[in-house]
């Protein structure tokens, strides 16, 4: 997105734009202590977390980006777009700034994106951040699906002005509204209308488009198998893009792993009850003795 709408933004105060590695960054802080990583999921920005970045930040030093190509975030490879590059890039992107995430939070596809940057070639200091997954994004799509979304994600991604022709079908307020149902969750004008603003630009949906076409969750998924860092998953029930059982199925092969329902939310339950999520990250941290 352009950088001058960004005055318009949520947080727009928390903003600033950093320089490399690879991507050209929009990055949003606000408090001090530890640092908090907050990752959007695919298609989203830093405006999934408006109103949890405030109450987080009165305990710890919060960070909030957008993902490569996404929202604010300039791309600077257009093949750094999968999982493994980006978790290597905003990896690098916490050294560059001198941050060290004792806790990272995704949403979706930031879930898969968070226990990546927390497994230990890419988290080497010895000891494993909390990871917070809302609505974690960790199943593979069953039989078929599996074999004809990435090929499709693939295919569009390479067409020109498929980001375009996208954009411009989807982008009209009726059309937001039912994809956002169309999650399990609803939300006000203000949230939906911050959704229209992204869908209508180009580069945001070829970015989200690349991730798609790039994204590889198998290596993750046969990772975690050994793996014994704390993890938290929060499932909102009425999520209908990941299944609830997917999150449960994690926790259930992971040693330090626990599962918070909750029965009257959607995938984007952090932003239908932000204040109850943020909560939630608080206790979870302070129970870690974060």
């Known amino acids: ?20 590695p690879v991507h050209r960054w929009h990055v949003q802080e606000a408090g001090k202590g530890q640092t908090l990583l907050l990752l959007h999921g695919a298609g989203g920005s830093t405006h999934n977390f408006r109103d949890m970045i405030e109450p987080l930040s009165k305990a710890y030093h919060v960070v909030a ?23 290597q890039d905003i990896t690098a992107l916490c050294v560059q700034e001198e941050w060290e995430p004792r806790i990272i939070v995704g949403h979706s596809a930031g879930g898969a994106i968070a ?27 069953p039989g078929l699906a599996g074999f004809i979304f990435p090929l499709m994600a693939k295919a569009l991604a390479a067409v020109p002005f498929t980001a375009r022709l996208f954009s411009g079908a989807s982008a009209n307020p009726a059309r937001i509204k039912a994809l956002i149902n169309a999650t399990g969750s609803e939300l006000d004008q203000v949230g939906l209308d911050l959704y229209r603003r992204l869908v209508a630009d180009r580069n945001h949906v070829d970015a989200t488009l690349l991730m798609m076409a790039q994204w590889k969750l198998q290596p993750l998924l046969d990772a975690l198998k050994g793996y014994d860092g704390p993890v938290r998953f929060i499932v909102g029930e009425k999520d209908a893009t990941v299944p609830p059982t997917v999150s449960l199925g994690i926790a259930q092969s992971l040693s330090d792993a626990t599962v918070t329902n909750l029965p009257d939310l959607g995938h984007l339950a952090h932003e239908e009850r932000p204040d109850q999520i943020a909560n939630l990250i608080l206790d979870m941290a302070k129970q870690q003795g974060l």
């Open 115 to 141: 226990l990546r940057m927390a497994m230990p070639d890419l988290s080497p200091r010895g000891q494993q951040p909390l990871v917070i997954g809302i609505n974690a994004a960790l199943g593979e799509f």
């Open 65 to 87: 980006i957008d993902l490569p190509g996404q929202g604010f975030t300039q791309l600077g490879a257009r093949h750094r777009c999968g999982l493994d590059p980006m978790a």
């Open 1 to 20: 997105m352009d950088w001058s709408a960004l005055k318009t933004w949520p947080n727009a105060n928390l903003s600033r734009r950093t320089s490399g």
